[in-house]
């Protein structure tokens, strides 16, 4: 038996993102309440909640006091300082935020039922996900949350995790690497092309090879190219080939140090 | 009607390095003969000779003289020097190499059918890739070579395309970004989690999805994460957890100032 009757729980998103309007889809169709969302601005707030049959208000204190979950997405800097305004009157509540680098404790001294509902993708608003792929790092101290947060959490995900405020920092911080530090490289070698009026389609083979591969090899096993070989012929070949973006080539120099390093 | 005889058309392989060894696997497979294998060492001029049933040597000067293409796929420094000796004696065949970062005038002076078969792709040993989605860069002088080179390719692949030495050389300095610094990107998550005992794995659907975004959206659009944003609070936390990682940490810094300085 499920935990929670989907019917009569009642979910406020607290942000109107993109994080909140890929997991706020996620979750009406999975036949979940989302009653109300909140966002600073009227547009963002009215487009999200118009998707979701869900009220909107643009202030907090206007926010709902008798929902059962409040899913708070705003940027790190906005949620550290609203925390108080967030979670005042509303004492039954469960809170969870959904950023990576925040520590589940942030909400210590405003509400014993706080936690964290981390989805672990890369979400831009014209692009649909599918959700079931995507992993989802729980935290929360209460049991009892613990487990509703399971049981929504694996209704949207095939992926569940429970883990500490310690390994989630490392985790948000290996997706910036392995997720928009590799966008940038795809950014850098789209610049590069361009010059030479060359498509960036024609990278996609090769792009989609490098991914394959990291799903059967380890990235050390995988790696190839001049600067794993230490090959100094072509390293040089490129850097002057770079000589008009000093930018870009101290970037090449650098991740090529990196390489051999690792690889020793 | 094809231009040249499959039968009666003989290939040799100078180099059995991971390129040559997919590209063999490949040629034979589409019924062309590979009648030798030239290696410095024996060991891998023979592994790769009995999967394509030709004769080996490990003396350039014991290369069959009667060959109609030559495939010279060694590291740039390697082929440079060797040259003279890889085409001395052979007045007939028509010579290529693989390199992305060498000119096709590399064959200035010794050959009058020197060119280029340029498969862009990151080759591992231990995987076997599917040739036909390989883009395959071509260049040569005499006509006649051009349109042997592309009867060749288009056997192997879909996507084959006569460009400039020129051009070339951006291109494969791109590829270094989409490819091998990509991989390297993964290489430093897998090093972050490895610490905090994460597998690797948990990053697979996140790295799938930015690739799906690359089929998508332009890197530009797609990025996302702390450095786009300029997000100084998690990039800080970011740094923090980098203290002992000095050379990461300066990575870390150095792309995220790359994103923003290219989102701008």
Same mark, same amino acid.
Request: hydrophobic share 40%.
């Given at each position: 038996?499920?935990?929670?009757?989907?019917?009569?729980?009642?979910?406020?998103?607290?942000?109107?993102?993109?994080?909140?309007?890929?997991?706020?889809?996620?979750?009406?169709?999975?036949?979940?309440?989302?009653?109300?969302?909140?966002?600073?601005?009227?547009?963002?707030?009215?487009?999200?909640?118009?998707?979701?049959?869900?009220?909107?208000?643009?202030?907090?204190?206007?926010?709902? =006091?008798?929902?059962?979950?409040?899913?708070?997405?705003?940027?790190?800097?906005?949620?550290?300082?609203?925390?108080?305004?967030?979670?005042?009157?509303?004492?039954?509540?469960?809170?969870? $935020?959904?950023?990576?680098?925040?520590?589940?404790?942030?909400?210590?001294?405003?509400?014993? $039922?706080?936690?964290?509902?981390?989805?672990?993708?890369?979400?831009?608003?014209?692009?649909?996900?599918?959700?079931?792929?995507?992993?989802?790092?729980?935290?929360?101290?209460?049991?009892?949350?613990?487990?509703?947060?399971?049981?929504?959490?694996? =209704?949207?995900?095939?992926?569940?995790?429970?883990?500490?405020?310690?390994?989630?920092?490392?985790?948000?911080?290996?997706?910036?690497?392995?997720?928009?530090?590799?966008?940038?490289?795809?950014?850098?070698?789209?610049?590069?092309?361009?010059?030479?009026?060359?498509?960036?389609?024609?990278?996609?083979?090769?792009?989609?090879?490098?991914?394959?591969?990291?799903?059967?090899?380890?990235?050390?096993?995988?790696?190839?190219?001049?600067?794993?070989?230490?090959?100094?012929?072509?390293?040089?070949?490129?850097?002057?080939?770079?000589?008009?973006?000093?930018?870009?080539?101290?970037?090449?120099?650098?991740?090529?140090?990196?390489?051999?390093?690792?690889?020793?």
């Amino acid at each position: 038996m499920a935990i929670i009757d989907k019917d009569k729980y009642s979910i406020v998103l607290i942000g109107a993102g993109n994080l909140a309007t890929n997991l706020g889809k996620a979750l009406k169709s999975k036949g979940f309440h989302i009653v109300q969302v909140y966002s600073r601005t009227r547009e963002s707030a009215s487009k999200l909640a118009t998707l979701l049959n869900a009220d909107t208000t643009t202030s907090l204190e206007e926010v709902r =006091e008798d929902a059962d979950l409040y899913i708070v997405s705003l940027s790190d800097s906005a949620f550290e300082k609203l925390v108080p305004e967030i979670t005042k009157g509303k004492n039954k509540g469960l809170f969870v $935020h959904t950023a990576g680098s925040i520590p589940m404790s942030i909400w210590e001294g405003y509400t014993d $039922h706080g936690g964290v509902f981390y989805p672990m993708q890369t979400f831009s608003r014209s692009r649909e996900v599918n959700f079931t792929r995507i992993p989802v790092f729980l935290e929360a101290n209460d049991d009892r949350d613990l487990q509703i947060l399971s049981y929504i959490a694996s =209704e949207l995900s095939s992926k569940v995790h429970i883990i500490s405020s310690e390994q989630r920092k490392v985790l948000h911080l290996s997706a910036v690497f392995a997720c928009n530090f590799t966008n940038h490289m795809y950014a850098l070698a789209d610049h590069l092309l361009r010059k030479y009026d060359i498509p960036f389609d024609v990278m996609l083979p090769l792009i989609d090879e490098t991914t394959q591969k990291a799903h059967q090899l380890s990235p050390k096993e995988a790696q190839t190219g001049p600067a794993i070989r230490y090959d100094k012929n072509v390293i040089n070949k490129h850097l002057e080939l770079l000589a008009d973006e000093p930018a870009i080539q101290e970037l090449y120099e650098r991740i090529s140090q990196s390489i051999y390093k690792e690889g020793k």
